[in-house]
T-cell receptor, first 116, second 114 residues
Framework: AAGVIQSPRHLIKEKRETATLKCYPI?????VYWYQQGPGQDPQFLIS???????DKGSIPDRFSAQQFSDYHSELNMSSLELGDSALYFC???????????????FGPGTRLTVL | AQTVTQSQPEMSVQEAETVTLSCTYD???????LFWYKQPPSRQMILVIR??????QNATENRFSVNFQKAAKSFSLKISDSQLGDTAMYFC???????????FGAGTILRVKS
């Protein structure tokens, strides 16, 4: 079965640079979620999109922006990178339209961002 | 806002034995979902088991079962017949009924010893 695809899997950037992380949800999934997991920490919710509209917003820095495109893939844009942005970034997708009250989130393998 | 607390940073268990991981949460909602996720060294997030708060019966998935105590806001995970492949970080997570963000606990590292 198709899974959530994230690219790149690994990314190394310098401070103050920009980075773009991409997420391709499971086919027919309409909702995308982004989470940030720092070293030794639990995943923290950043932002979510449903049918290309922002659905919920968590602790996402103003330096970060995200969007969901017409093909439902999503991109997380990160500017003015800081050392503290080094983390594993997960994307998850769900089928909110058909899922009813419960829509399970399926996680991608994550993108490991290292800021030097 | 909901919070999830896992008070055991690390646990160890001998292969084939049983171990219980603890989780408590705080919410003012009456209906919600609770989950246990496994994160092995590969860092992939794997759903282990889920529980709907409106169901009194505890969820079971093969060797994994939960003890859900709604009034006490407690949601523990029991792993029976522990296997070396169960070695991982385990996260307890909460999700509101509107099904948006997951709120995770700090995690418990489980080591299964041979």
């Amino acid at each position: 079965a198709a899974g959530v695809i994230q690219s790149p899997r690994h990314l190394i950037k310098e401070k103050r640079e920009t980075a773009t992380l991409k997420c391709y949800p499971i086919p027919r999934h309409d909702t995308v979620y982004w989470y940030q997991q720092g070293p030794g920490q639990d995943p923290q919710f950043l932002i979510s999109f449903y049918e290309k509209m922002q659905s919920d917003k968590g602790s996402i820095p103003d330096r970060f922006s995200a969007q969901q495109f017409s093909d439902y893939h999503s991109e997380l844009n990160m500017s003015s990178l800081e050392l503290g942005d080094s983390a594993l970034y997960f994307c998850a997708s769900s089928d909110r339209t058909s899922g009813g009250a419960y829509n399970e989130q399926f996680f991608g393998p994550g993108t490991r961002l290292t800021v030097l | 806002a909901q919070t999830v607390t896992q008070s055991q940073p690390e646990m160890s268990v001998q292969e084939a034995e049983t171990v219980t991981l603890s989780c408590t949460y705080d919410t003012s909602e009456n209906n919600y979902y609770l989950f246990w996720y496994k994160q092995p060294p590969s860092r992939q997030m794997i759903l282990v088991i889920r529980q709907e708060a409106y169901k009194q019966q505890n969820a079971t998935e093969n060797r994994f079962s939960v003890n859900f105590q709604k009034a006490a806001k407690s949601f523990s995970l029991k792993i029976s017949d522990s296997q070396l492949g169960d070695t991982a970080m385990y996260f307890c997570a909460f999700m509101s009924l509107d099904g948006n963000k997951l709120v995770f606990g700090a995690g418990t590292i489980l080591r299964v010893k041979s």
